[in-house]
């Protein structure tokens, strides 16, 4: 089987979000020869694929794992796994993916761009916890419950400049949500490209800081949306790759859209 690594949400090689991507033959294998291949590839995600009998409500089935779990929903690998589609003639046109979070759809653009249907996830306004100052390094002013899809704890911070000088104790932060914490600030200069600015950190799942996290931005479109006046919008997420996610709120869907670039191609041997 031929293994891919994607860097996802950038144009360019060694930025973005890197998955890896497996196309199967046939059905999913074994859970433990999933989450074993995912701990191999040591990647925020891999993604596993594999076509579904036309005539169906999807194309494809898709799964996620962290090198340590199976996740709900992951936009990057999504993404990722759309680019080898699409780049490697296994599929054309829009891709219907059947997951845990229902049907997503990945649409190709001529540019190369890639826009992911994904649902909004719903913000519910929750008490800053006692000790996530402490814990992330920053007092936030505001914090929101993302749902059970996105799993995150979001929390507004003063300015771009302190979500970008974060420096938090990533085991506490485990203690807020169920997968980890989401910061985000207004941007600085919005002349620069970008909107909002946020940074990731999901210690539930083994991944200390996400590079570039499509499901997050499902919640900070409709946060910034709401006090931008507009309903699209581009984040940048501050990593040390860093990417940028082009948002655009449709209600009880959001749009996200990106680059990918493939950067490994291989054999899987196990």
């Given at each position: 089987m031929r293994m891919r690594i994607v860097d996802a949400f950038t144009d360019r090689p060694f930025a973005g979000n890197p998955a890896g991507v497996l196309l199967l033959?046939?059905?999913?294998?074994?859970?433990?020869?999933?989450?074993?291949?995912?701990m191999e590839v040591n990647h925020a995600e891999t993604a596993f694929a594999h076509r579904l009998p036309e005539g169906g409500g999807a194309d494809w089935a898709l799964r996620w794992f962290t090198p340590i779990v199976e996740v709900a929903m992951c936009g990057h690998a999504t993404l990722a796994t759309a680019h080898?589609?699409?780049?490697?003639?296994?599929?054309?046109?829009?891709?219907r993916f059947a997951t845990r979070s229902g049907v997503l759809t990945a649409t190709p653009a001529a540019d190369g761009s890639v826009t992911l249907d994904f649902p909004t996830a719903p913000l519910t306004p929750a008490e800053i916890p006692a000790g996530a100052a402490e814990a992330l390094g920053a007092e936030p002013v505001?914090?929101?419950?993302?749902?059970?899809?996105?799993?995150?704890?979001?929390?507004?911070?003063?300015?771009?400049?302190?979500?970008?000088?974060?420096?938090?104790?990533?085991?506490?932060?485990?203690?807020?949500?169920?997968?980890?914490?989401?910061?985000?600030?207004?941007?600085?200069?919005?002349?620069?490209?970008?909107?909002?600015?946020?940074?990731?950190?999901?210690?539930?799942?083994?991944?200390?800081?996400?590079?570039?996290?499509?499901?997050?931005?499902?919640?900070?479109?409709?946060h910034w949306s709401a006090r931008l006046g507009r309903d699209d919008l581009t984040g940048l997420q501050a990593s040390r790759r860093t990417g940028l996610v082009r948002t655009g709120l449709r209600g009880e869907r959001t749009l996200l859209t990106g680059r990918a670039v493939t950067v490994i191609e291989g054999e899987l041997r196990a």
């Open positions: 033959e046939d059905v999913f294998p074994d859970d433990d020869w999933l989450q074993n291949v995912a080898v589609l699409h780049t490697t003639g296994a599929h054309t046109g829009p891709v505001a914090a929101f419950d993302t749902g059970p899809n996105v799993g995150d704890l979001l929390v507004e911070l003063a300015d771009e400049r302190t979500v970008l000088g974060l420096s938090p104790d990533h085991k506490a932060l485990g203690g807020y949500s169920s997968r980890g914490i989401i910061a985000t600030a207004r941007a600085e200069d919005p002349a620069r490209g970008y909107d909002y600015v946020s940074r990731c950190f999901f210690p539930n799942v083994g991944i200390d800081e996400d590079p570039v996290t499509g499901s997050a931005h499902t919640a900070l479109a409709p």
